[in-house]
């Protein structure tokens, strides 16, 4: 019996692994997607040899990397820094306006905000000695992981994204034609998906930096920049990022947290009734429970790759759930 339960735990932690691998490739192919927007101008409108497209595009890419980290990053993490020095001041700030409000109401009870962010900040530091190593290690393997992906990423860019041709020759001829029909729609939503995601997060991030300036709140860069990637993950990113803003604007006046609530409801109604059903018309549409379902339940298999990936593989697996099983069955 033991034997039986530990070969059924190894094939469950194989398979897992083995999934893994898969959503590293799927990853490298949505990257390979946008990779070719740049590859296909330059190859297309340029006449260049693909070869000579990608390298244009990968040192295009680069270079706006380099100006981003030399101009934005430092000025980013200058701010993150001065923020999360701030909190113990910023606790207390908090604590005495929620007990003052509490002896109010005539309310006995009294909150130590502070004692409760020193404890966590302590069992925070506790926890990053006591796992430096594994940190270190999964550091490694993580830099291991995103070598494989550019290197695969690049590989997929050497041909056209859009080609079914390598697909399809697997299938037999009578199959080919569907096959390709299938192949060629999947690339389509993946890239309604990729670049909406890309334009909704430019948006939501200039949104916030711009708006959390104009309301006063400090650190307005950090915390736009923050809130447009965290807009990666729909329904849990967006809330998430309003936090940080939301805790310094109460810290000086329960007016400019209205105002940040307002902002993170306007900026939620844009993306919703505007930037998504125009920039992602052709996506498939997910249920929102769905989505929360699968970020949340992939995360907890997979770790942040399985996040990453979780929307598009959910939207794939529907859309081939829809036109092979459904549409098969209604034949």
């Known amino acids: 019996m033991t034997l039986v339960v530990l070969a059924t735990a190894l094939v469950v932690y194989a398979l897992i692994k083995v999934i893994n691998l898969v959503f590293l490739v799927f990853l490298a192919l949505l ?19 693909r070869g000579v497209a990608l390298a244009l595009s990968l040192l ?18 200058s701010q993150g820094q ?15 306006m929620i007990n003052s409000f509490l002896s109010k109401i005539g309310s006995d009870t009294y909150v130590e905000v502070d004692e409760l962010i020193r404890n966590a900040v302590s069992k925070g530091g506790a926890f990053l000695s006591r796992g430096i190593f594994t940190a270190v290690g999964k550091g490694v393997y993580g830099a291991m992981q995103a070598l494989a992906l550019i290197v695969i ?41 990729l670049m909406g995601q890309l334009f909704s997060m430019t948006v939501i991030a200039f949104m916030y930096s711009v708006g959390l300036t104009i309301i006063g709140v400090p650190y ?10 965290l807009c990666f993950v729909p329904y849990i990113g967006p809330p998430t990022s309003t936090l940080g803003p ?7 006046s329960p007016m400019k947290g209205v105002w940040v609530l307002v902002l993170y409801a306007t900026s939620q109604t844009l993306e919703s009734y505007f930037l998504t059903p ?11 429970i769905v989505t929360i379902v699968s970020i949340m339940a992939m995360g907890q298999l997979f770790g942040i790759l399985g996040v990453a990936v979780a929307v598009p593989t959910v939207a794939v697996g529907q859309f081939l ?3 092979i099983l459904v549409k098969s069955v209604a034949k």
């Open 31 to 49: 990257v390979s997607i946008f990779l070719s927007f740049f590859v296909n101008f330059f190859s297309e409108k340029l006449k260049t040899p």
């Open 60 to 77: 295009l890419l680069l270079s706006i990397v380099v100006v981003l980290v030399m101009t934005l990053v430092p000025v980013v993490i």
């Open 82 to 96: 001065r923020a999360l020095e701030q909190l113990p001041a910023l606790a207390v700030k908090l604590q005495e």
């Open 153 to 193: 990423a690049i590989y997929f860019s050497l041909s056209k994204i859009d080609d079914p041709t390598p697909i399809a020759r697997f299938f037999p001829p009578a199959k080919r034609g569907r096959v390709s029909w299938v192949y060629v729609n999947i690339i389509k939503k993946l890239r309604a998906w």
């Open 220 to 229: 307005s860069l950090f915390f736009g920049i923050l809130a447009g990637a």
């Open 246 to 252: 939301l805790l310094f604007a109460l810290a000086e």
């Open 278 to 288: 125009l920039v992602m018309r052709h996506q498939v549409k997910l249920h929102p």
């Open 321 to 323: 759930f829809e036109e």
